[in-house]
C-alpha cells in the first residue's frame, strides 16, 4: 500500500543517515540503530506489496509466478497477496466509450456500394464482463482497446457502409446502419469476453455533390407535392361545383313539378266547381271595378258603373 512503502522508505533512509554517521563516529550504537532502520524501512516496503485495494468498478487478475493466471477475480475491497510471488492486474468494468472522430484524429475513412468515399464518426459504448475477465487477461491482456476493439470498431463500419448507397447514409436507412454495426460488433467481441451496450454514429459525411444533387432532388419532390395538393383543391372545387349544379337542377326540377302538379289540382278543381272561374275572374279584376254576381243558372257578371249610369 503507499503509506506503508512511504514510511518505510522513510524509514531506510533515516536508517542509511544513522548507519553514515555511526562508521563516521565510530559509534556502534548508531550503526546498529542505521541497519535496524534500513531493515525495517525494506521491510515495510516489502509489506507494502502485499496489500491490494481493488476499487469500485473494478476486479483484479492474479498472476501467480507458479501457477499462471487465476481464473477467480478479486473483487472490490481489501486483499492480501504474496510479493513478488503474486501480482496483480486491475481492469475497469464499468461503462466505457471509444471514440473514433476528426476531433480525435482518427476518424474512419469508407466507401460506399458506389465506391464513394465516406467519413464516419462513432461512439461505441462497451464494457469487460467482470467474471471473465481473467480469461481477457490470458488472452488480449490491458492493451485489448488497442489490439482488439479499435480495429474490430473500424473493420464493422466499413463492411457496413459498403452495403449502402451514399444517399441511403443521411436517410432514414442510417439507423439501419448502425444496428447492423452494433450486432457486428457484438457477434466479434463477445468471444474475447467484451460486452458491446450500444454503438452512436456522431456524423457520416458524403461527398458534396452528393449532397447538393439530393438537396436538389428533394426541392423537386417538394414543389411537385405542392402542385400536386394544389391539382387536387382544384379537382375538389370542381366537384363542388358540379354537386352545387346539380343540387340547383334537382331543385328547379321539383319546383317545377310542385307547381305543374297544383295547376292540374286547380285546374280539376276549376273542372268540377265552374262557379269558381267566376270566383277566380271576380279577383283578377282590378280594384276600381265594381261588380255584382248574379245568383243564376248562368254565369253574369255586371258593370256596376254602367248599371248606374244607365238609370241617369
Known amino acids: 500500500m503507499p503509506f506503508l512503502l512511504l514510511i518505510g522508505g522513510a524509514l531506510a533512509v533515516l536508517g542509511a543517515a544513522l548507519l553514515v554517521q555511526g562508521i563516521q563516529n565510530q559509534a556502534p550504537k548508531a550503526r546498529l540503530s542505521g541497519v535496524a532502520g534500513i531493515l525495517a ?118 463492411d457496413g457502409i459498403a452495403n449502402y448507397n451514399a444517399a441511403s447514409l443521411i436517410s432514414a436507412q442510417r439507423a439501419e446502419l448502425q444496428r447492423g454495426i452494433e450486432v457486428e460488433l457484438m457477434t466479434s467481441l463477445e468471444p474475447d469476453n467484451i460486452r458491446i451496450l450500444g454503438v452512436l454514429l456522431r456524423d457520416v459525411r458524403i461527398p458534396t455533390l452528393i449532397t447538393n444533387a439530393i438537396e436538389e432532388k428533394q426541392a423537386a419532390e417538394q414543389q411537385v407535392e405542392v402542385e400536386e395538393n394544389r391539382r387536387r383543391q382544384a379537382e375538389i372545387s370542381a366537384q363542388r361545383r358540379v354537386i352545387e349544379a346539380e343540387g340547383e337542377r334537382d331543385a328547379a326540377i321539383a319546383r317545377a313539378t310542385g307547381e305543374a302538379e297544383a295547376l ?39 258593370d256596376v258603373r254602367q248599371l248606374a249610369g244607365g238609370a241617369n
Do not use: W
Open 41 to 158: 524501512g525494506a521491510a515495510l516496503a516489502f509489506l507494502s506489496y502485499a496489500f491490494v485495494v481493488i476499487p469500485a468498478g473494478h476486479v483484479g487478475v492474479m498472476f501467480n509466478v507458479f501457477g499462471g493466471v487465476q481464473d477467480r477475480e478479486l473483487t472490490e475491497g481489501f486483499h492480501i497477496v504474496l510479493p513478488v510471488l503474486q501480482q496483480v492486474t486491475q481492469y475497469d468494468v464499468r461503462q466505457q466509450e471509444i471514440t473514433l472522430a476528426t476531433s480525435t484524429g482518427d476518424q474512419i475513412n469508407a466507401r460506399s456500394s458506389e465506391g464513394l468515399d465516406i467519413g464516419v464518426d462513432v461512439t461505441v459504448l462497451y464494457q469487460v464482463v467482470a467474471s471473465e475477465a481473467a480469461a481477457l487477461h490470458q488472452d488480449i491482456g490491458p492493451s485489448y482497446v488497442a489490439i482488439r476493439l479499435r480495429p474490430q470498431i473500424r473493420t464493422a463500419v466499413r
Open 264 to 302: 292540374r289540382l286547380r285546374a280539376d278543381a276549376l273542372r268540377g266547381n265552374p262557379d269558381l272561374i267566376q270566383l277566380e275572374f271576380a279577383q283578377r279584376l282590378a280594384p276600381t271595378v265594381q261588380t255584382i254576381m248574379l245568383p243564376t243558372d248562368g254565369n253574369f257578371l255586371l
